[in-house]
């Protein structure tokens, strides 16, 4: 079985700050950990994904994510905000087994807010 | 040249009524999947197919049924809507089955389903 809980359903930003968002997961099997961007009235969009390669990860518009086992969490950052990173946010995870097998399981979302 | 598309992109009907939202892909992948996202945001798997056949079915209502005519389609079909079918409905492909749990899924826009 997998989940994964995101703290905070809204994060509230000025443009250039830090931009936080916390992903916790929960997986029987190794976890493969996804972020999705949701643009208003759009679909989902891959920002970046952990497949075991390296903890660190890197995606597209400067959104960077670590992976740390210890802490079972994935979370999402970027070192200054842009108005533009303004939507939705969702964490996923995928499991190599079991009942996960090719299965996304998505959190609940972050609405990110960018404010002058 | 729209990697997935989806029509209708809006769909407004009374209960009872049957419906169906079609699915394309011109990607060359193999899987494709059914996503509902509720009024809260919560993203669900409702089914995957790999080349026509159907290899995820969470638990939906039989109401329910996907039909998938070629490896680049899958239509979603439902019969007898009630109001709490009323959700976005997403649909995503990937490319490898075998390597499924961590293939990025690359989604449609979306169909607005509203069912008064």
């Known amino acids: 079985a997998q989940s994964v809980t995101q703290l905070g359903s809204h994060v509230s930003v000025s443009e250039g700050a830090l931009v936080l968002l916390r992903c916790n997961y929960s997986?029987?099997?190794?976890?493969?950990l996804f972020w999705y961007v949701q643009y208003p009235n759009q679909g989902l969009q891959l920002l970046l994904k952990?497949?075991?390669?390296?903890?660190l990860v890197k995606g597209i518009n400067g959104f960077e994510a670590e992976f740390k086992k210890s802490e079972t969490s994935f979370h999402l950052t970027k070192p200054s905000a842009h108005m533009s990173d303004a939507a939705e946010y969702f964490c996923?995870?995928?499991?190599?087994?079991?009942?996960?097998?090719?299965?996304?399981?998505f959190g609940q979302g972050t609405i990110l807010t960018v404010h002058p | 040249d729209t990697a997935v598309s989806q029509t209708p992109k809006y769909l407004v009907t009374q209960m009872g009524n049957d419906k169906s939202i079609k699915c394309e892909q011109n990607?060359?992948?193999?899987?494709m999947y059914w996503y509902k996202q509720d009024s809260k945001k919560f993203l669900k798997i409702m089914f995957s197919?790999?080349?026509?056949?159907?290899?995820i079915n969470e638990t939906v209502p039989n109401r329910f049924s996907p039909k998938s005519p070629d490896k680049a389609h899958l239509n979603l079909h439902i019969n007898s809507l009630e109001l709490g079918d009323s959700a976005v409905y997403f649909c995503?492909?990937?490319?490898?089955?075998?390597?499924?749990?961590?293939?990025?899924?690359?989604f449609g826009p979306g169909t607005r389903l509203l069912v008064l």
């Open positions: 990607l060359g992948h193999d899987t």
């Open positions: 952990y497949t075991s390669a390296a903890t």
């Open positions: 996923a995870v995928s499991g190599a087994g079991g009942t996960s097998y090719g299965k996304l399981t």
């Open positions: 997986s029987s099997v190794p976890p493969y």
């Open positions: 995503a492909s990937s490319q490898d089955r075998v390597l499924d749990y961590q293939e990025t899924q690359y």
């Open positions: 197919y790999n080349n026509k056949e159907l290899i």
